[in-house]
């Protein structure tokens, strides 16, 4: 078995020629809608546009028998039919396994996505139940949703295709980071004056402090936990609850391999952290972590090796700034202040943080 490849998994910098996707991208017209809910022997329906994502456009369809969501895939990375049908076969897989992931409905063609006016499309059952924010979750709630994660880890190691361990996983080089936040420091002056653009310039001048301060600790390429297939995107907007339990875990279009223990972690600074002020609620982020490993997912050392990885990542990542300033792209604005924030916590903090994900 060959074990030479060395996988990349410092934070995409986002491709500022790009089109734009998700709620940028235009409409879907009427008749296309049309001929898509067609194809799926749908006659009488209406179609009305949902919360969309920022990789795809949503529809809540009501006919005469139930009602389902159909989702539109307009993100050219995730959504070419083979990638978007690999998706399909993992979450059908995983609902026969008995997992809350609700599979797609085959259109007449026995096909689960259907292409029409370029663009692909696929359709669910409507699932009922409400997103929740991690920190809405009590102490067992917190620990069971940890758990289904390491349930669905194992689980997509069953149905996906055996995953090789690569030799290493690249890190952020501080350096390129660096000159990347120079550069978005000097448009945020530029583009002022705002509340936001101040706030930009400020946290990216601390962001260069930090920098310089933690560079020596940047994850070598052997420290990675091990690789496994993931979901990609596990926090609230992609969870429904009703009654206490999950009834269903959404928008699979980053199912791809990566380090497990990094999902578990990254996870948890998504869902149990204060909206304002980025802090974690660690009594929940320890109970997650417990829960996760007990069902043989990672160990404590695979959490270690993680939570150092995901800091690092999360040390060199600019993403939001990178859309605002480079593809004036402002959907991820809101979301700033408290992922900046959570930044500068984290490296205060970071002992109490490794504590609560390894103990």
Not at 24 to 31: I, N, Y
């Amino acid at each position: 078995m060959n074990h030479s490849t060395s996988f990349a998994c410092a934070p995409a910098r986002p491709d500022t020629s790009a089109p734009p996707i998700g709620t940028l991208s235009p409409p879907v017209p009427d008749h296309v809608l049309t001929g898509v809910l067609r194809s799926y022997r749908l006659t009488r329906f209406s179609a009305i546009p949902v919360a969309e994502g920022l990789l795809n456009r949503g529809y809540r369809v009501q006919t005469e028998t139930g009602r389902y969501f159909l989702k539109c895939y307009v993100d050219q990375a995730t959504a070419p039919r083979p990638v978007v049908a690999a998706q399909h076969r993992a979450t059908t897989a995983l609902a026969a396994l008995g997992l809350p992931v609700t599979p797609p409905v085959r259109a007449r063609d026995g096909r689960t996505c259907t292409s029409r006016g370029g663009r692909l499309f696929a359709l669910f059952p409507w699932i009922e139940g409400e997103h929740r924010h991690g920190t809405e979750l009590d102490l067992p709630e917190s620990g069971e949703l940890g758990a289904l994660l390491g349930r669905l880890h194992g689980a997509l190691a069953e149905v996906c295709a055996p995953v090789r361990q690569p030799t290493g996983h690249r890190s952020a080089d501080p350096d390129e980071t660096a000159l990347l936040v120079g550069r978005l420091r000097e448009q945020a002056r530029t583009a002022g004056p705002s509340p936001f653009d101040s706030l930009a310039e400020r946290r990216l001048t601390e962001r260069l402090d930090l920098l310089d301060t933690h560079r020596h600790r940047r994850p070598a390429p052997q420290a990675a936990p091990p690789t496994g297939w993931t979901h990609g995107d596990f926090h609230g907007l992609n969870l429904l609850h009703r009654h206490g339990r999950v009834t269903a875990v959404l928008d699979w279009d980053k199912l791809g391999p990566g380090p497990l223990a990094e999902e578990a972690v990254r996870a948890a600074t998504l869902l149990f952290n204060d909206r304002t002020t980025g802090v974690l609620d660690l009594s929940r982020v320890r109970r997650w972590s417990r829960a996760y490993r007990a069902t043989g997912a990672a160990t404590a050392a695979d959490l270690a090796a993680a939570a150092h990885r995901v800091w690092w990542e999360r040390l060199n990542d600019l993403w939001m700034l990178q859309w605002h300033y480079q593809r004036a792209d402002h959907r991820a604005d809101p979301l700033f202040p408290a992922s900046a924030a959570q930044l500068t916590w984290w490296c205060q903090e970071y002992e109490q943080v490794l504590d609560a994900l390894t103990n």
